[in-house]
């Protein structure tokens, strides 16, 4: 169904009424407390974790690089540059099968120094050409926070989309909630808004209907959500908008990051400030932790989780996060660190159970009636088997699609059809593969049908 | 203690099955077995990282439990209308053990030469075998008159496996219901053990005793005894079957149809827990009242018995609850698309009156009316998608 219910209020806000989508009952949210994290030993850059970007590295190990220095470019458009966020010597970089780069590891200075950029044509109020703020924030490293709908790869300067969304929710679990991030940050929040303002024909703001920040200008939200995970997604947003298939390419950048460009447009430096939650059933310290871009894992888990060896790291979310490992590093885009049982049990008639604890879709459980977050891990709770058409999926699939179809034209090779089922409109978020009775892992058939058909068109 | 002792069996055994065990064509059943007692130790991989409770097999054991009710319903129901027409004791336990004996054989046949068949398909084709024929294998003995002879469940079960589910690919692919397909197949092969007065009730002979067989008569094929002037609900309350009796179900038939508030307890269930499309269900109940009405409307002083008949004895007589809350319900047979679920009871419920009021020599409908509506489904969810797609503002 397509719904689309909007409800107006005060003239200047658009609450959208999200009925798809579902909230896992899970336990081990973040406690809205922010704790300082000691500064790490050294940081890293994952270029491996972000799509579809080649990289071209301009610097070896032993170099010694600034804060702001370039590590890399992206050889599809050469000025597009990916920042240092370190000072100190590049202590190691390490590749994967294919040369793949995946960490370039920098070993802190204990005074650390910045490149300088030149922001003064940004100094006075006044509206900016458009072209030197893309020139400033490429040079300034801070492009690639700016993504594109519907592929979600870096956007492309050239373009001038329909809308530039900055998305303010927490509805994956684990996400740093915007009350915490946001707080006492509201100035370099409204002036990474108002130079962003200037690079699509709208910017959106868009937050939960129950985000209340009392500094923040009372129009700066322009759009709300009411409704489960992934509500807060841009896709999701544009989904329910969207009059003209214009629309498609918008573009988006998370709320955490507009700081990071409202305070290169304030100090002239790249931005390396970070808030990450760190959360799960097995952390037994869930705080908000400030600390910086590409911070080691191990530095924001040590002394605050339960049992390492049952547990499993996930950076991000339990949705769309990457399993890390202690000595990995958190990711550009990645704030948060989630730590949930490794799971894999095996229990005696496990299917004849009454499951009151067992989180669930379905009505099947008897935790259909347990109020209490339940403690949800990583097994795969059955085997593999064919799509019996039960339907889940589509139920729970925020922006309409019928996934048990599209996957199969997908399998079918039939790419057109795929599309005409709205294969682009996928927003990734892995509820299809959660919720499948037959363990289908649907979200990765149209996610990776997706990559081929962007790859394919480049 | 149990658990690591299963547990150990299970993997001290396992290298027999493995890639240069001698066992290795019966990985499947091997796989199979082991799934039955101990959940997937098997861990998410990518993300996502978490994924839910529920998998297939309890998906369908939620089907066998609803079940369950009828099931031992129509073994008690077996041995009673045996007992009744043999002149032997009529207690609850001497018809529950005859109606074991009668019942528990066609249900062993059933599941034993249904699983061969899934075991072979599965070994030739190195898949698992899918937990769908938990529940196929236990519909199939009970849309069975108590009398059919063993060989012909076991084809019967035979035909429905693997013409009406694994030629199409296995379990998810099949077009029609498997255990109807089955059915249908002994329905047209074999109708002298399928139909007529004397199948629905397995009579313990005696030395120089007659038995009475209009007593042996469904009350579908009844019916077929009222001329055009007579009312139906009467002639059934001559021979005893008040709307009550039909209600619960203490009559002659196949061995689960009989029972029409067992099966609705059965469907409440199914709905409940969201195993069950409430749709096709609701649809199919609506689809029935309706033409009911329809046709009492348009009925006249000459037209036969069958269109004056109370729309609600339709719900009660034959299979139509069996039929509608367990085989209409199966998700691969039906519509994926929840607007045409409705469309699909509809003419289930639909089909099988006018099936049964304008062909009187073939008393069930049912089981036709949902085999044919098995065939337009794909056609149903064809044309719903389209529908919703042209709504859809393109991305490509």
């Not at chain 1, 790419?415 to 990734?428: T, Y």
């Not at chain 2, 195993?275 to 309706?290: E, F, M, N, P, T």
Request: proline share 5%.
């Amino acid at each position: 169904m397509l719904t689309k219910k909007y409800t107006d209020i005060r003239g200047y806000m658009l609450l959208l009424d999200i009925k798809k989508g579902f909230d896992i009952n899970i336990e081990g949210s973040p406690l809205p407390e922010l704790a300082k994290l000691k500064e790490p030993a050294s940081v890293a850059f994952l270029p491996e974790i972000i799509p579809y970007v080649k990289p071209k590295l301009l610097v070896a190990q032993g170099d010694r690089v600034r804060i702001g220095s370039t590590l890399f470019i992206d050889k599809r458009n050469p000025d597009i540059k990916f920042l240092s966020p370190g000072c100190g010597k590049i202590e190691k970089i390490t590749f994967g099968p294919r040369r793949v780069i995946k960490e370039i590891i920098i070993k802190l200075d204990s005074n650390e120094e910045y490149v300088g950029f030149d922001i003064n044509k940004f100094s006075e109020n006044k509206k900016f050409n458009r072209e030197d703020i893309i020139q400033s924030m490429m040079n300034g490293g801070l492009w690639p926070f700016i993504r594109e709908l519907p592929f979600r790869d870096i956007a492309s300067p050239d373009f001038i989309p329909h809308a530039l969304i900055v998305t303010i929710g927490n509805k994956e679990p684990f996400q740093p909630d915007p009350r915490v991030y946001l707080k006492e940050e509201i100035d370099l929040f409204e002036k990474g808004v108002f130079i962003l303002k200037n690079l699509a024909k709208n910017l959106y703001i868009y937050a939960s209907k129950d985000f209340i920040n009392l500094d923040m200008k009372n129009k700066l939200v322009t759009h709300r959500y009411s409704g489960s995970y992934p509500a807060d997604d841009p896709g999701v947003l544009m989904h329910h908008i969207r009059k003209d298939p214009s629309e498609n390419r918008a573009w988006y950048i998370n709320g955490q990051d507009v700081l990071l460009v409202g305070s290169f447009f304030s100090t002239g430096r790249y931005p390396v400030k970070r808030t990450v939650a760190l959360a799960g059933s097995l952390a037994n310290k869930r705080v908000h932790l400030k600390t910086r871009i590409g911070v080691p894992v191990n530095d924001l888990i040590e002394g605050r989780i339960a049992d390492g060896n049952m547990a499993r790291l996930i950076a991000g979310g339990i949705f769309r996060g990457y399993a890390a490992s202690k000595e990995s590093f958190l990711g550009l885009y990645e704030t948060s660190v989630s730590v949930i049982p490794e799971g894999g049990k095996s229990e005696l008639f496990g299917f004849l159970r009454a499951g009151y604890e067992k989180p669930s879709y379905s009505k099947t459980f008897l935790s259909y009636f347990n109020p209490f977050p339940l403690q949800a891990d990583c097994g795969m709770h059955g085997e593999e088997r064919a799509c019996v058409n039960c339907g889940a999926c589509a139920q729970v699939c925020p922006v309409d699609i019928l996934p048990q179809f599209a996957f199969k034209s997908i399998v079918a090779a039939d790419i057109e059809e795929a599309l005409s089922h709205g294969m682009l409109d996928c927003v990734e978020c892995g509820l299809c593969s959660y919720v499948c009775t037959s363990k289908i892992d649907l979200c990765g058939f149209l996610k990776k049908a997706k990559q081929e058909y962007y790859k394919d068109k480049a | 203690m149990f658990f690591e002792k299963l547990k150990k069996a299970f993997d001290n055994n396992r290298k027999h099955f493995r890639d240069s065990g001698k066992l290795k064509s019966m990985y499947p059943l091997f796989v199979a077995l082991e799934a039955f007692f101990f959940t997937s130790e098997n861990v998410t991989k990518d993300q996502p990282h978490v994924r839910d409770s529920i998998d297939l097999k309890r998906f369908m054991s939620f089907v066998v439990i609803a079940l369950l009710p009828t099931f031992f319903f129509g073994i008690y129901n077996a041995g009673f209308q045996s007992n009744l027409v043999s002149g032997l004791s009529l207690g609850f336990w001497a018809a529950f053990s005859k109606g074991l004996i009668i019942v528990l054989p066609l249900v062993l046949v059933s599941y034993s030469v249904g699983f061969f068949w899934e075991i072979l398909f599965a070994s030739i084709r190195k898949h698992n075998i899918s937990e769908g024929f938990l529940v196929t294998g236990l519909l199939f003995p009970m849309t069975l008159p108590p009398t059919v002879p063993l060989w012909q469940a076991a084809l019967g079960i035979s035909f429905g496996v693997v013409i009406g589910k694994e030629i199409f690919g296995g379990t998810g692919r099949n077009l029609l219901n498997p255990a109807l397909t089955g059915r249908a197949f002994l329905f047209f092969a074999y109708p002298a053990k399928m139909t007529g007065n004397s199948v629905w009730t397995v009579v313990s002979k005696l030395k120089d005793q007659t038995v009475d067989i209009v007593s042996g008569a469904t009350p579908l094929a009844l019916t077929a005894l009222a001329g055009t002037n007579e009312k139906i609900e009467v002639l059934l309350a001559q021979k005893g079957y008040g709307f009550f009796r039909l209600f619960t179900g203490i009559y002659p038939g196949s061995i689960g149809e009989t029972s029409a508030m067992l099966c609705i307890a059965g469907a409440v269930f199914l709905m409940v827990t969201g195993v069950a499309s409430y749709r096709i269900i609701l649809g199919g109940v609506i689809g029935v009242l309706s033409t009911g009405y329809l046709l009492n409307m348009v009925a006249g002083e000459s037209s036969a018995a069958w269109f004056s008949l109370n729309p609600f004895y339709h719900l009660v007589m034959g299979g139509f609850a069996f039929g509608i809350s367990f085989m209409a319900t199966d998700p691969v047979s039906a519509p994926g698309m929840e607007n045409v679920k409705w469309v699909y009871g509809f003419a289930i419920g639909v089909l099988t009156v006018l099936i049964r009021v304008f062909n009187p020599a073939f008393a069930e409908g049912v089981m036709m009316a949902i085999l044919f509506m098995n065939l337009f489904s794909p056609l149903l969810d064809y044309v719903e998608i389209k529908l919703r797609l042209k709504k859809r503002i393109p991305n490509v």
